[in-house]
């Protein structure tokens, strides 16, 4: 029984390992072609707004007797005409994102910055400031250089997350692996 147990274990951890290794080529991939990068994540947004607007209705008119009615409606309405906005407009929705992300790291720096000096007596508060500081030179970076950065720069921080996504992965997977065959038994085993 331990040893069918092993088994499956040993494949979880082998598919976690090809997982790894598949998505840091799929990030590769990604920053090479930033702008297919991008405009896929765009039309993935537009997918999901669309889903979720339809999936909005339904819970509108499910729940109409509960109150409320026309606003969950208008908010459903909200989210499947933004979703079709972005697949019939990709490049204004990259540069709507683009612009969005920029604004979001400028609000986050800021706030951080603010956190940071009020964190002040406490020990390592400095690398909340310094976190602040990066975040708000990022956002500067996104909002200084739009909308001439919109086309490669989503696709790029996609690509980034991916290839650590899958390192991590791959890493975990290794360290499991050796986990489960310590040196000695590897040697017993040949």
Do not use: C, H
């Amino acid at each position: 029984m331990t040893t069918d147990v092993s088994r499956d274990t040993n494949k979880d951890v082998n598919g976690s390992l090809i997982t790894g290794v598949l998505l840091s080529i799929l990030g590769v991939i990604a920053i090479a072609v930033p702008n297919f990068a991008t405009i896929f994540a765009e039309t993935w947004i537009a997918a999901i707004l669309i889903f979720a607007g339809f999936t909005k209705l339904v819970y509108a008119t499910q729940t109409r007797d509960r109150g409320g009615f026309i606003w969950k409606l208008l908010l459903s309405g909200l989210y499947i005409a933004t979703g079709i906005m972005l697949f019939v407009y990709p490049f204004t929705g990259v540069l709507t994102l683009t612009l969005l992300l920029g604004t979001f790291l400028l609000t986050e720096g800021t706030f951080e910055l603010i956190l940071a000096f009020r964190l002040r007596p406490q020990q390592n508060w400095t690398w909340i400031l310094g976190d602040g500081i990066i975040t708000l030179l990022l956002g500067g970076m996104i909002w200084f250089q739009w909308p001439f950065n919109a086309p490669w720069l989503i696709g790029t921080l996609v690509g980034v997350s991916i290839i650590f996504t899958g390192i991590s992965r791959v890493m975990l997977s290794l360290n499991a692996r050796s986990t489960l065959n310590p040196p000695d038994q590897t040697a017993k085993a040949t």
